[in-house]
């Protein structure tokens, strides 16, 4: 339902809370790298045909749902400031500001990154292949400096702090390079009121989400984010989010636009086929989603990087 709509409803039931800001996020549309089964981390790949089309598809139902945006946040990777930009065209927004910053970049996968994610598998194991994925506070190895995959001497990244470049990042280590970004920011331009998109990737979205919803550290990892899906939470003054009925679990307060079934069959989907690459790497086949759901790995299960 339109915002506008929603608002007129609450006032014919006899009012209700208002919300006092809104905050959007919306993952990258699908990358060259997504279809190519590689890891991409900060890699700058573009978006693939499909993702174009599912980044104006945003922007559509931003338009749809009546949303008038303030202020835009991206990252510094194409395939994310891309994904802003055809959105709002295609919500004919173009005119507002956005900007840009590497702590919303995706995770970092250290030696990972430009890797087939099947041939990983094979070389290393499943288990293992796991682990670095969907494990909270354990990266990958680090990237070697001679790597070609190695972007953090691009001419973007200029004016990091050596330090500030990671080799390797675990989700956790993501949420502390976002959240000082969200404090210092995003965070004033929502007590002012204001309706703020944030056009980044699934890690990144999920260091804000975990904040905002309260998940656990063994849930958020495997919290699915779909691709150019505009996720729409509304805050009190307080910016405390406001629960919403259409939120699609483990969240509880932020729902998606668009065909709720359809967001939650999608989620399923890439879970099932991420799994499916993972144990049968040798398997060419379109794997059926699983009845099953996938089940995250604890924080608490820390192998060795090496084994």
Known sequence: MPAEDRKKLQEALGGGPQPHARLIFS????????????????VDVDLSAKGVTEAKGAGKLLKEEGLTLDICYTSYLKRA???????????DQLHVPVKKTWRLNERMYGGLQGLDKKETVVKHGADQVQIWRRSFDLPPPDIESSSEYNTGSEEKYKDLKPEEIPKTESLKDVIARVMPYWKESIEPELKAGKTV??????NS?????????????DVIPGLEIPTATPLVYELDKDLKPMPNSDAVAPLKFGRYLGD???????????????DFVLFFPNDLRRPEPPDWPVIPVPASEKPSKSS
């Open 205 to 217: 979205i999920r260091a804000i989400v975990k904040d905002i919803e309260g998940i656990a550290d």
């Open 260 to 274: 709720a079934e359809a967001i939650k069959a999608a989620a399923v989907d890439k879970a099932a086929r991420s």
């Open 27 to 42: 993952r990258h549309g699908e990358s060259e790298w997504n279809v190519a089964g590689k890891f991409t981390g900060w």
């Open 197 to 202: 998109f944030v056009a980044a990737h699934g």
């Open 81 to 91: 400031i891309k994904t802003c930009d055809l959105a709002l065209e295609s919500a």
